[in-house]
């Protein structure tokens, strides 16, 4: 990785395409979407989205705002990792947050010293937008992405990939760069930021 990859080149902002720009349109709008089955006798909630429902293959399934509540499943403390902008970003708490609407949801908690941190505390979403920590100092919604063990919370709710599914290729809607701005956690009641 080293040496071959130049350093500016970036392992936390996603590639938009056409299925996933909603997603991250309303990301940089404060909001954090789902996507719900409308299928009779299912009507769950996913996440990462998909264009098909992961518990009964049902394509009827729409997008829908999140509460953006959720409580903290597991975490990770990162102090190492040698993607970039990681690195400068050590350590950090990459986490599973369990979202009010069912799905588990990899992400990184901020906000919270680590001692602070428990199973089952309340959190609220936050948005960490590009440039809030400089260039090359974004957050990641695929943090696990890293080495944090993003595959223990299983394929189904928390693919390491985040959002990121789908590889249309050129000639689709094209890949883009997100806005940079990614969902994150903080501790509810918690305003100060992380
Ligand atoms: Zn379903």
Redesign the pocket.
Known sequence: MRGAARSTARSDVPEVDAFTRPYWEAAAEGRLLLRR?R?EG???AHHYPRDF??????E??DWEPAAGRGTLYTWSVVHRNDLPPFGDRVPYVAAVVDLAEGPRMMTEIVGCPEADLRIGMPLVVDFRRDGDAGPGGVGSGGAGAGGAGSGDAGPEDAGPGGPRLRNTGPGDAGPGRAGGVVPVFRPAGNSVAG
């Open positions: 089955c299928a299912c009507g769950r429902c992961p518990y009964c293959w049902s009827d399934v």
